[in-house]
């Protein structure tokens, strides 16, 4: 017999399995970015250089999807991390931070 209790949200449901947040904003910063209530919301979003190359974040609740689009043409997806529509990815190959556009793609295949 477990004698732990199983987790339940309140409405008691148990927590899907899936991670509700997968990238790598701390989640104190998640938590004020997602309520609309960070007092400097680009120190997050947008492209910043890491150890590794540079990050690239952007918050697009009405995209199916989304690409990172450089000047020179080369395009990069940028993966859904939370539900509510927060996008990121790491590019390792990108040394420091460049010019780049975003596109995204809605629902209904349009751009």
Do not use: C
Request: hydrophobic share 35%; glycine share 6%; no cysteine.
């Amino acid at each position: 017999m477990n004698a732990s209790p199983s987790r339940r949200d309140r409405k008691g449901q148990r927590p899907s399995s899936a991670p509700a947040y997968s990238g790598t904003i701390p989640e104190p910063e998640l938590h004020r970015l997602l309520a609309l209530r960070h007092h400097n919301p680009h120190a997050w979003l947008g492209m910043h250089p890491t150890a590794q190359g540079v990050v690239v974040r952007a918050m697009r609740p009405d995209a199916a999807q989304l690409d990172v689009v450089f000047d020179d043409g080369t395009t990069a997806p940028v993966a859904r991390t939370h539900a509510a529509g927060l996008f990121e990815v790491q590019l390792d190959n990108r040394p420091e931070v460049s010019p780049y556009r975003l596109r995204w793609t809605f629902p209904d295949g349009t751009t």
